[in-house]
């Protein structure tokens, strides 16, 4: 080959490793941290509020606001992220589902299936029709006082307005699993 060709072959290779590293791959890209993938940022859990044992902040649909980080070294939103920010500086916000807890306790309502039989653990619970059918025939003929033992009991049962039980001790919360589209499972081999 000529000289000359030497020297266009040169520049050219120059001129292409200069374009990559300035618009490649090397260079980093502003993206939207709420655009990561699963993996590449963590989430908080929600803060726990000791005398419900439910997340405080839970609204009504049932989902609560938790501060979300990319992992260290990852370029979003402007900013290199290094895996030492504090809540004030997360990332993005995600919503996380948890309990809406209202008024009625667990152990209350537990404590009164055993006065089933005249309905108050249905009356409390806010189903005062229950409550009073279940008064006039002695509790379905105890059957019914049996049944709502064992659905208060597993939770299946709760209070009429829609809400969780607030548990006043670390203790027996249901919580029913479900799976979506948005599930992600793993075969364990």
Request: with cysteine; charged share 15%; proline share 6%.
């Amino acid at each position: 080959m000529s000289p000359a060709m030497d020297w266009l072959l040169l520049c050219l290779l120059l001129f292409s490793a200069l374009v990559t590293s300035v618009f490649g791959q090397n260079s980093p890209r502003n993206i939207s941290c709420d655009s990561l993938l699963p993996g590449q940022f963590v989430c908080w859990s929600p803060v726990i509020d000791p005398s419900t044992q439910a997340a405080r902040g839970c609204t009504e649909q049932r989902f609560v606001e938790v501060p979300c980080f990319p992992s260290p070294d990852t370029f979003c939103n402007g900013r290199i992220f290094t895996g030492n920010e504090t809540r004030e500086e997360a990332g993005f916000y995600q919503n996380v589902t948890c309990r809406f807890v209202g008024g009625k306790s667990y152990a209350t309502a537990v404590g009164l299936t055993f006065l089933g039989m005249f309905g108050i653990d249905r009356m409390y619970l806010g189903y005062p029709a229950i409550g009073l059918l279940k008064l006039c025939t002695f509790g379905f003929f105890m059957l019914g006082q049996l049944v709502d033992m064992i659905l208060i009991a597993a939770q299946v049962v709760g209070p009429a307005d829609g809400t969780d039980y607030y548990v006043d001790f670390y203790g027996p919360v249901m919580t029913r699993l479900e799976q979506s589209a948005t599930t992600f499972a793993s075969i364990n081999t």
